[in-house]
């Protein structure tokens, strides 16, 4: 009587395609928020930190949009073989991919624990999107680990230890130039990080706003290292930006007032507080003049 194929080895590969979806999901979702500028649902401040941080852009790009192509090429991997109907056909199929699979999977585990140690020791914020991602691709790398029949595992650890040596290598050459506490491109005055100087020069306009703004009690919440932010301040030019009553959020900024921020319940940054309500994401003067009954 022959033995049963055990139950990890015929569900492994849904499973790991359903992971992969949701991955999928989550992905295009964050690549969406940071293409369009817009606010992500987070019960944290933390998801809007991540996300507009250099961190999150890689070679130009959303580094989500990158996650959406890992998750994608897993999916790819797992489902193939569950097409085929004919049994050796299928095999076949199974061979070729279980050893691809492997090297993205690990690949994937090794640059989510780098993110992870970016997000807790250097952003210093809670992600959920974030861990969820890092969860799935402990969770894709296990179940490809336990749920393939390997014939020889000391190959299999070699070849993962060489993924994880050059994946390491990448993710530092990556993040080298974008290193968030020693960007060349931030300032830093003693007490505490000031971000990119404003480049532009404000006009009458521009500054007749910014002290209705002030005038009027308007408040700009956001942090010195948020790219929306520095977008807001280019629209008011530096001579204008510098009436503006700005909030820093973050705790190593200049004239930090991150306990203020807690209380007015910001989410994301840039953030506006106009007779008492909270717009959230780079408003246009025209619109913060309509807003302040300018």
């Known amino acids: 009587m022959g033995r049963s194929t055990p139950w990890i080895y015929r569900w492994s590969r849904p499973m790991i ?31 809007e930190e991540v996300l507009n941080s ?39 199929i199974e061979t070729q991919t279980g050893f691809f699979l492997f090297l993205v999977t690990t690949a994937m585990v090794c640059f989510s624990s780098y993110l992870m140690f970016v997000l807790f020791f250097k952003i210093q914020a809670i992600c959920p999107y974030c861990i969820a991602s ?28 060489g993924v994880a040596m050059i994946t390491a290598i990448v993710a530092l050459g990556l993040y080298n130039s974008v290193d968030l506490p ?3 491109n931030y300032l830093e005055e003693s007490n505490g990080q000031t971000g990119l100087a404003i480049t532009t020069t404000s006009g009458p306009a521009e500054i007749a706003l910014a002290r ?12 010195y290292w948020c790219s929306h932010c520095y977008d807001q301040k280019q629209l008011f030019g530096k001579e204008a930006f510098a009436i503006i009553n ?26 506006w507080e106009i007779r008492g309500k909270l717009y959230p ?3 246009p003067l025209e619109k913060l003049a309509e807003l302040s009954n300018y």
């Open 182 to 184: 020693n960007a060349a």
């Open 134 to 161: 890092a969860l799935f691709c402990v969770s894709l790398f296990v179940l490809t680990l336990i749920g393939i029949s390997w014939e020889d595992l000391g190959q299999l650890g070699l070849s993962g230890l």
């Open 54 to 92: 250099p961190y999150a852009t890689v070679l130009g790009l959303p580094l989500t949009l990158f996650g959406f192509l890992a998750y994608t090429t897993v999916f790819l991997l797992a489902a193939a073989p569950l097409v085929f109907t004919e049994k050796a056909r299928r095999q076949k």
């Open 212 to 223: 209705h703004l002030t005038k009027t009690g308007a408040k700009e919440y956001g942090a």
């Open 17 to 47: 395609a359903a992971i992969a979806i949701i991955g999928m999901i989550e992905n295009i979702y964050l690549t969406s928020i940071k293409l369009l500028g817009g606010t992500a649902v987070c019960p944290t401040s933390g998801c």
């Open 281 to 283: 994401g780079i408003q």
């Open 246 to 271: 700005y909030i820093e959020c973050t705790t190593d900024g200049k004239n930090s007032q991150t306990q203020l921020c807690e209380k007015a319940g910001i989410q994301g940054f840039p953030t």
